[in-house]
């Protein structure tokens, strides 16, 4: 049972900070408070920033959980932090939640770097506990010095008026109620409120970009040209207003050459004659972790075929286009699934595909049916033990068409069905002895089919 602490009144030393942070929060209307709100999820590392968030969202009368992530990478370091958090959240009287990662495991998956191995590891958790206890948010301690790191390092590596501005704060179900307040408030804020916090060694290494902009280039900028950071916020604070009308008239231009869910089909042949089809298109397939290059050498190709693009954030995301299509395709969830399923055809098929199977006499064989959606084949099919399979098409594959002469490719029949790159990929193919005898959904084979000889059939009907 969730525990919590009785507020007093905001003590005098704290009243300023908890005022501007309360202030931010409401003013952006990122969280709701009372009886019947639902909790915070607040993410907890044991450093300052986070420690003081948690303090903070209780003073100011938030339900809070506390989540986390032990990844195991500094040895008893990575332990002290959990066991710091747990002492923390017994003095606050709040629960608190701790996940296990295996950051190795993950990256030899997915080839993922370090950092976002962890990213992805601690958000997808995160979500978990947002869904799991009816939580409202996730709230992160990211204060203004880390806007302004951000800022700098969108710079140095090229960016648009998205990175020019910045963190939002609130992005989905992530706010960050510390974007205004500054390093120096949080720890004096601390000291205020006799909290202790630890102290990751690896911040104090300049092998990490951020690192090196926080502990050598920043203070440089302050000492050579004072109050540096704060001209770097108020740039930020000046385009926020004009990234919104951007995103509308962006939105609005893309509109009409894009479809599907979430638009990942973008008719990039049609696209690439408006005259500003590259910001355009770099807009649309950004934050799916393409760079600007890409996105200029994929309207060089518009009206190409067979060329995939390889997202260059690390996420695993990847365009193909098909005939002057660009279709985007996301890391299946199941990374590691099978090529190939052997099934049995005297059971019903639920994996990969739901497919209801039965046995019948040809007295009730009833010619037509549901097309391709369904298929008949002579039981003959069955003797001698021949193995069955599903999966995915193979470069040289090649059927017999119900109904035609002689083989045809399958990339053909794919491409006669106008299916793009990614529906090509996800296909099922039924095989007997690695012969093609069923595409699901596309065509049937005119191998063992029924015939006059034929005394029983199997019939094979797609569950949709």
């Known amino acids: 049972m969730r525990t919590f602490v009785i507020m007093r009144l905001r003590d005098p030393n704290t009243k300023e900070f908890l005022d501007a942070v309360d202030s931010f929060i409401r003013r952006e209307r990122m969280l709701r408070r009372g009886e019947d709100a639902a909790p915070v999820v607040v993410a907890l590392s044991g450093g300052a920033d986070s420690v003081a968030l948690l303090s903070a969202l209780i003073e100011l009368g938030f339900d809070c959980i506390a989540a986390h992530c032990n990844f195991h990478l500094r040895g008893e370091e990575s332990m002290r932090d959990m066991r710091h958090c747990e002492s923390l959240c017994d003095l606050l009287g709040v629960d608190l939640y701790v996940k296990d990662f295996n950051v190795p495991e993950r990256m030899k998956a997915t080839g993922e770097s370090v950092e976002m191995a962890c990213r992805e590891l601690r958000y997808r958790w995160f979500a978990d506990l947002l869904d799991r206890d009816f939580s409202q948010a996730v709230a992160v301690g990211h204060h203004r010095e880390d806007q302004a790191e951000t800022l700098m390092l969108n710079l140095l590596r090229g960016t648009g008026i998205a990175g020019l501005t910045g963190m939002k704060p ?276 005119a191998h063992f089919t029924i015939g006059p000889s034929t005394r029983e059939f199997i019939k094979l009907r797609i569950i949709e």
């Open 170 to 445: 609130r992005n989905g179900n992530v706010v960050r109620p510390f974007l205004e307040v500054s390093r120096k408030q949080i720890e004096d804020y601390l000291t205020a409120k006799g909290l202790t916090y630890v102290t990751d060694s690896s911040n104090a290494s300049d092998a990490h970009r951020r690192n090196r902009l926080r502990n050598t280039l920043f203070p440089l900028m302050e000492e050579l040209f004072p109050g540096a950071t704060d001209g770097l916020l108020r740039t930020i604070s000046n385009l926020v207003p004009v990234r919104g009308f951007y995103d509308e008239a962006i939105a609005a231009a893309c509109a009409p050459f894009r479809s599907g869910e979430d638009g990942i089909v973008i008719e990039l042949a049609a696209l690439s004659a408006q005259r500003h089809a590259g910001i355009m298109l770099f807009e649309m397939l950004r934050q799916s972790g393409f760079n600007a290059t890409q996105t200029q050498d994929m309207l060089r190709s518009a009206h190409g075929s067979g060329l995939r693009f390889e997202a260059a954030d690390g996420s695993g995301n990847f365009a193909e286009l098909d005939r002057g299509r660009l279709t985007l395709n996301r890391p299946a969830s199941t990374m590691h699934e099978p090529d190939a399923y052997d099934i049995d055809l005297d059971r019903d098929i639920l994996r990969p595909v739901n497919i209801a199977v039965s046995r019948h006499d040809v007295s009730e064989f009833r010619p037509g049916g549901r097309g391709a959606m369904e298929v008949c084949i002579d039981a003959s099919a069955l003797d001698g033990s021949p193995r069955w399979q599903l999966r995915h098409s193979r470069r040289g594959d090649r059927m017999a068409p119900y109904g035609m002469n002689g083989t045809k490719l399958v990339s053909d029949i794919f491409s006669d069905a106008k299916y793009s790159a990614a529906q090509k990929r996800a296909a099922w193919i039924l095989t007997r002895d690695d012969e093609i005898m069923w595409i699901p959904g596309l065509r049937t084979s």
